[in-house]
């Protein structure tokens, strides 16, 4: 069970050393605050522990699953005791797993310190039964099966899995069998996707690669370094555009062009410690 850290008087409770938390929200006076993907990190607080700053916020350090340190001004988390959970989850399914706040009881001094949870931590959810776990082929028919909770498009999966589609150009093969990359819907959709699951499409015959004009489109090598112009609005990291644009990062991966006559591309970025996979970007390249 997920305990929502609430507390109104600052400077009364500590968490301790070890505790296994989950980021709920980073304030937005908090240096870490851009890092929006850090909202359902599982994290374990570091050794001087976590102070109460009021109204729910807190101050200290996190190592969190994702091999990266925080110090954090102001961070809302929640207490996981000893129980194994994902590595990162979306910030929506976090919301929906806490309820309502609610306070420690009165007297309490510091959360109990469980038992080392971190080795517990999985890598994240694991694909459904039938998922393909190779390098997909371009123009290879394939069924949506799940979006991953990090993709962009996970609020959207009732709509999107069970589409029957085919990859436009080459995509990245994670762990457990997640892919990354572009997709065309028998539908008429399109897609960039940084996680989603494929199962075998018998319903239909591969496309052509060569029907598909993928030879044309642009794609800008990993460890290129650009400059970010724009964040389309179809992008989740678009409420965000005005502190990304002018930034200088540097591809991570490859970004691939959506379209011919797109100024869009699709892919991940490392903009010095922050990482983004977006849907849409628009970049320049630098030298």
Not at 6 to 32: C, E, R
Not at 230 to 256: M, N, T, W
Not at 276 to 285: D, G, H, L, N, P
Request: net charge negative; aromatic share 8%.
């Amino acid at each position: 069970m997920l305990l929502l850290v609430a507390l109104a008087q600052a400077g009364t409770l500590a968490i301790g050393p070890g505790t296994i938390v989950v980021v709920a929200d980073i304030k937005s006076s908090d240096p870490n605050a851009a890092t929006r993907t850090l909202v359902g990190e599982v994290c374990q607080v570091g050794t001087e522990g976590l102070a109460s700053t009021g109204d729910g916020w807190w101050a200290g350090g996190l190592d969190c699953a994702n091999g990266s340190a925080y110090s954090f001004k102001a961070v809302s988390v929640a207490v996981v005791g000893d129980a194994a959970l994902p590595r990162s989850v979306s910030a929506s399914a976090v919301a929906a797993e806490l309820g309502s706040s609610i306070k420690f009881p009165a007297g309490s001094a510091s959360v109990a310190t469980p038992p080392a949870a971190l080795p517990m931590l999985t890598l994240g959810p694991s694909t459904p039964a039938g998922a393909i776990d190779r390098a997909l082929v371009v123009g290879e028919p394939v069924t949506i099966l799940a979006i991953h909770p990090e993709d962009a498009f996970y609020n959207d999966r009732d709509a999107i899995v069970g589409k029957t589609c085919y990859p436009t150009d080459a995509m990245t093969l994670y762990d457990g069998g997640w892919h990354g990359g572009p997709l065309a819907c028998w539908d008429g959709a399109t897609y960039y996707f940084y996680k989603a699951a494929m199962g075998a499409d018998p319903s239909h015959a591969p496309v052509d690669p060569a029907m598909l004009g993928g030879g044309g489109l642009d794609v800008i090598q990993h460890g290129t370094r650009v400059k970010i112009l724009d964040v389309s609005p179809e992008d989740a990291f678009y409420d965000d555009r005005k502190k990304l644009i002018g930034k200088l990062c540097q591809v991570d991966g490859d970004l691939h062009q959506q379209d011919m006559a797109d100024i869009w591309y699709g892919g991940g970025v490392l903009c010095k410690k922050d990482s983004y996979y977006f849907y849409k970007v628009s970049v320049e390249v630098k030298p």
